[in-house]
């Protein structure tokens, strides 16, 4: 038998408890990566000009990038994937039989309805 991946693997009841939270995390760290791009923007320009790059824009984007830092390491304590923060993909540890798999759920999805091979992706999906 193949040792444990996760330490912790969610049913389908504890993964569901969870998506308040894991909305919230999603939702606070795409805000911020929206910020981080807009600040980024403006120091490039200011470096394009050759002007003072330092004070509040680059102390505002290195806050921002340890803010959304703080938001991954939510989600790494907590053992849940993020997959791809842009669709707000993120896959929780389970288990089907013996086997350790990922419940698998889309921000656009109202539920969590899908399941997949732990070394499989999002096209590999399976309804649960």
């Known amino acids: 038998m193949m040792p444990n991946r996760f330490s ?36 490039d320009n200011m470096m394009d000009a050759q002007s003072d790059v330092g004070g ?16 991954l390491g939510e989600f790494k304590k907590h053992e849940i994937q993020v997959k791809d923060a842009d669709r707000g993909l993120v896959d929780f540890p ?9 419940l698998c759920w889309e921000q656009s999805e109202d539920d969590i309805a899908h ?10 999906r399976e309804p649960l």
């Open 56 to 71: 509040s824009s680059v102390n505002h984007s290195i806050k921002l990038l340890s803010d959304i830092q703080g938001v």
């Open 8 to 43: 912790k693997h969610y049913t389908l009841a504890e993964a569901r408890a969870m998506m308040p939270q894991v909305r919230e995390w999603l939702e606070r760290m795409n805000q911020m990566r929206h910020e981080y791009a807009e600040v980024s923007r403006r120091v």
């Open 115 to 124: 399941w997949h091979e732990l070394d499989a992706g999002y096209d590999c």
């Open 94 to 102: 389970s288990r089907r039989g013996s086997r350790e798999v990922f």
